[in-house]
């Protein structure tokens, strides 16, 4: 039986794949009621993911944007990049690190083999599958559900795997990062994910180009005080930085 976020989830990717839904049809492939179904979509259109009609819902565009991994790839490289190697200065042989999905904390694996007697959990396939390349590196994949736009594991399976241990460092990459609502992303499995992440992990470091500074995604991660540090590019305005800094987050740009 899917839980309500899984369902609306699933919905959400419905509602992007054709463009609109219906209550009745969404009733029968959920095994749900048409109430339960109507209190989904109304859910969503105050998300502003959708519009709902008579009897279903249109997609609203623009607002629940969730690119493949490879579209992401493409975007901002070469700070990614920098940010990656800048990460390193953050890890100590003999570390236990959680490594998010992503394409900016994948920057961060292809440089991994510098260190020794690392233990790395993640909750992506790709990032897995590259560690495994490495020496003294012991590679910890979570069970789940994988979502093949991101070849990221999600759901109940993922979730016990990561609270059954303490990491003393949890690089996360994020959507979007805005002072109202704090750390965000389009999944909103991934951010039930993540929200474990963060509280397993002794220092919470967050890696993201400044992009995604002052953008809010659908699905809440944490607050901002919930991170310790975050690694950016130069384009960070001043006043976005001193905001972090006031709310005691160290920034660092690279």
Same mark, same amino acid.
């Given at each position: ?47 502003? *993911? ?57 920057? *961060?694996?292809?440089?991994? &083999?510098?260190?020794? &007697? ?19 590196? &012991? ?54 994910? &993540? ?28 607050? *901002? ?30």
């Amino acid at each position: 039986m899917r839980s309500t976020v899984e369902r609306r989830d699933s919905i959400i990717q419905i509602i992007q794949k054709n463009g609109k839904v219906r209550v009745d049809d969404l009733s029968e492939q959920f095994e749900v009621s048409s109430v339960t179904i109507r209190n989904d979509l109304d859910f969503l259109e105050k998300k502003g *993911i959708c519009y709902r009609t008579h009897g279903g819902a249109l997609i609203r565009k623009n607002v629940y944007e969730d690119p493949t991994l490879e579209e992401k790839q493409k975007i901002n490289k070469k700070e990614k990049e920098r940010i990656g190697t800048k990460a390193l200065e953050f890890i100590d042989s003999g570390d236990s690190i959680l490594l998010d999905s992503g394409t900016t904390t994948m920057e *961060i694996a292809y440089r991994l &083999n510098s260190k020794k &007697n690392l233990t790395v959990m993640t909750n992506a396939l790709n990032i897995a599958l590259k560690l495994l390349s490495f020496d003294d590196i &012991n590679v910890m994949l979570t069970g789940g559900t994988l979502r093949k736009e991101s070849y990221s594991l999600v759901g109940p399976e993922a979730e016990a795997s990561i609270r059954n241990y303490y990491f003393d460092k949890l690089f996360l990459g994020v959507d979007g990062l805005d002072f109202d609502v704090g750390l965000t992303t389009p999944n909103p499995r991934e951010a039930q994910l &993540n929200r474990i992440m963060v509280s397993r992990a002794h220092q919470v470091i967050a890696v993201s180009d400044s992009s995604k500074f002052g953008r809010r995604s659908f699905s809440h991660i944490c607050s *901002i005080d919930s991170i310790d540090t975050l690694i950016t590019d130069s384009d960070i305005s001043t006043d976005f930085e001193n905001e972090l800094l006031l709310r005691n987050v160290d920034v660092v740009k690279v």
